[in-house]
């Protein structure tokens, strides 16, 4: 059965910052340099989505913004765990070139492929104009937002926050 995706609350805030760094890890790792990535712990992603769904809900807490996540159940136990998350937001940068960012969008590795990022996708932003930014090594993502008719708009930089990793934009 395919992952159940569904409305984040604040009930899963712990559960995603478990998941985003476990993600986060195998999407980056020897790709980020080792001091930031020692610097993202499950505790500053918990701080992170707290910011984001504290209020009980993505919309609650901060207005026009969707936080979904991708739910199954343990095949021998039943129990339900998160396998991806998304993210999109209005954008608070007045150099913007859509009014729309998507701002995370994480699945675990064995389920690339499976569809499920097209599903989070979807439901963040749906036929949205929207933009994005992702660390331009990351090859497997361009290819992954190019094949939902995003493209590369011709702004990268270095982004500081992240160590100075180089960034580029993508916009649809």
Request: glycine share 8%.
């Amino acid at each position: 059965m395919p992952p159940l995706i569904r409305s984040a609350t604040a009930d899963d805030i712990d559960a995603i910052a478990r998941l985003h760094m476990r993600c986060f890890r195998e999407v980056y790792d020897g790709v980020l340099t080792p001091h930031f990535m020692a610097a993202n712990t499950v505790e500053t992603a918990r701080a992170e989505w707290a910011s984001y769904l504290e209020g009980g809900d993505a919309e609650s807490t901060v207005p026009g913004s969707v936080v979904f996540v991708a739910e199954e159940a343990d095949a021998a136990t039943g129990e339900r765990h998160l396998v991806g998350l998304a993210r999109s937001a209005p954008t608070i940068d007045p150099d913007a070139p859509r009014d729309t960012k998507l701002d995370s969008l994480y699945t675990l590795s064995r389920t690339w492929g499976s569809g499920l990022g097209a599903r989070l996708l979807d439901g963040v932003i749906g036929a949205t104009p929207a933009y994005l930014w992702i660390v331009t090594a990351n090859i497997r993502a361009a290819r992954f937002y190019e094949k939902h008719g995003f493209a590369f708009d011709g702004f990268g930089r270095p982004y500081e926050p992240w160590d100075g990793a180089h960034c580029s934009r993508m916009v649809r």
